[in-house]
Each structure stands twice: as structure tokens, then as C-alpha cells.
């Protein structure tokens, strides 16, 4: 079984095929960064615009790239929500289309799922049931992963997510956009200690999150010194990681005590940094529990995830459930506990 899949949520186009038998066979990306970098940030329009001109050249590429033509494919997996609503459109109209005219089920999967699942991917995948912590330009959010199609939310940032407060920092500190791979990399060079800044809620109990309170600690200490002095930035860099690293990784543990789960799996762009995979690794080595995370290339958006959670789905659900008419919806605000699966499957 091959299943093409299209993610189109926000700033990146990702198509990839992939085979029940041989694993991921193609996977190809388009990143609108350097498009959106002059604004300092995402601008929708220009995301739908350009997801139009990517998508079909990609998919001939990922065609391409696994010798296959657009009838050896079994289903069209795209991103139905949550995520930026003319960007959803465009996937959702490539990938239902294309299922229309091959007669194959169009297969709407949710990113966040995508983002959950993309660990069983991996050689040496977790076994249910685990708790994610899904943290991202869009998102923070602590999940209880049960099984497939089983999630339950334990937590989530009440403001902005830990993604966007490390991109608006890195603005602050000069370091471009998105920078919260640079600021990272600028904060190895940080003494310990010579800035600290709150962690967020953690006196509180419960497993949600806030960040905007963080964010304005660094900006007015960023708006007091000069960052302009390499060591000055590297070091509010350095503490500022640290406060964002310490306050997730004091959640996941209390989300682990909480569910009595021993396996934890970060997902989303920000899983990427290494201090969050360093810390948490110890972490986890001291407490007897175990974190998992995904290559870097997985960890952002990518089309992979949801050529995946496509083939998942379409193993669970019967064939002849999928909808492959030309109705296109997207949910551009779409919680992974809303069942949805009357909207977008047959019951
Ligand atoms: O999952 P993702 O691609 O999608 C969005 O929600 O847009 O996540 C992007 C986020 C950005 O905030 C980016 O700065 C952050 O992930 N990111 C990182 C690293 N790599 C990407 N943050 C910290 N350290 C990294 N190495």
C-alpha cells in the first residue's frame, strides 16, 4: 500500500510517498523561510501563493523519486487543520483531487497527529501507551498518547507557544527569523548563570503552560544591555534557552507522575534543540523512564508524517470510508480530542 502525503499547514510544502513494505520511498520539501524572512514572520497569503506554485512540481518530484506514476498510489493523505486556512486549502484541494480522479481514498489527517506519530517512524519506536510533548512554532501542548486515534490533552499554553517566543527573542537579540535554531546554537557559548529569567507556572499545579510572561522578562532585559557585545547576547541566550528547557522538561515529568506512563516522545520543530534532548535524556535516565525523539529533519514540518499517519488511518478504517468526492474541507482550529471522524470519514 502507497500513500502520497501533502502538508501545506503553514510556511513549508512537504510531499512524500509511503509504502507499507518499504518504508518512506520519497520525500521531498520546500521551505518558504527565506519568503516570509523580510516580514518577520509568516504571512498567510504569501504561503498560500507560493504552496500553489510548489505542491504539484513536488509531488511529480516524489513521484519521480520512487519510480512510481499517479496511479500506483492507494490513497492521498493531506492536512486537513489545524494550521493556516489558505494553506490548508491549497493541500487539501491538490490531494482530493488527485484522490477523485484515481478513485482512491482522500485521507484528511490532523498535523498534530502527524507531529505525534512520526516517532514510530523511527528504528526502535515506543510501544503505547507514552506522553508527547508536541512543541512548536504553533504549538505547546502535553498529550497522553493512548493508542492510535487515542489522545488526550493534559496541558497546553495558555498564551504563546515556547516555538514563538523563542523566534521573538531571537528578533530581539538580532539573530533573524525563524531563529530559534541560531539562538540555540549562539547559546553554547553562554556563561551559565550571568542572567536568569522565571520559569513559567511550574508552582502552579496542573500541566499547562504560559511563556508571554518569560517573553517580556528577556525583552526588557534585552531592551537594557547591549546585545550588540557577542558575550552579552550569547549569555541572555544561554539563560533564556535554559528557563524554556527547565520549564518543559519540569512538565513532562509531572505529566509522566501524573499518567503513572514511563515513555516520553518530543515532537515539533523545537524538539529539535539539543539542550531540550540533552536535559531530558538525563532527565529520564535518572527517574528509570525513557525519551524518545525524531531525526531532525522530522522534528519541523515535513510531508512524511503525513504520508504516515495516512497509511495508519487507512489500515484502520475501512476503504470504503473515506470520502474521494470533490468536497474540500479544512478545520483551521482543530483539537486532536475532537473526534472528528463523522466530518471527515463515513461512519
Ligand atoms: O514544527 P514546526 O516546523 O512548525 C511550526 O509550528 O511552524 O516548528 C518551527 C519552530 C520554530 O519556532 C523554530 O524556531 C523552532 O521550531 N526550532 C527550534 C530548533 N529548530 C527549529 N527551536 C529551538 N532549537 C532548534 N534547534
Known sequence: MRILGIETSCDETGVAVYDNKNGLIANKLYSQVKLHSNYGGVVPELASRNHVIKTIPLIKEALSQSSLCITDIDGVAYTAGPGLVGALMVGATIGRAIAYACKVPAIAINHIEGHLLTIMMEDNPPSFPFVALLVSGGNTQLIAVKNIGKYFLLGKSIDDSAGEVLDKTAKLLGLGYPGGKILSYIARRGITGRYKFPRPMINRQGLDFSFSGLKTSVANTIRSVSVDD???????????????????????????????????????????????????????????????????????????MIAYAGMLRLQLTKKNNFYNDLEVMVRPRWSLEEDLSAVFYKN
Open 230 to 304: 557577542e558575550q552579552n547576547c550569547a549569555d541572555i541566550a544561554r539563560a533564556f534557552e535554559d528557563a524554556v528547557v527547565d520549564t518543559l522538561s519540569i512538565k513532562c515529568c509531572r505529566a509522566l507522575d501524573n499518567t503513572g506512563f514511563n515513555r516520553l516522545v518530543i515532537a515539533g520543530g523545537v524538539s529539535a534543540n539539543r539542550t531540550l534532548r540533552i536535559r531530558l535524556t538525563d532527565i529520564m535516565r535518572n527517574i528509570g523512564k525513557k525519551v524518545f525523539f525524531s531525526r531532525s529533519d522530522f522534528c519541523t514540518d515535513n510531508g512524511a
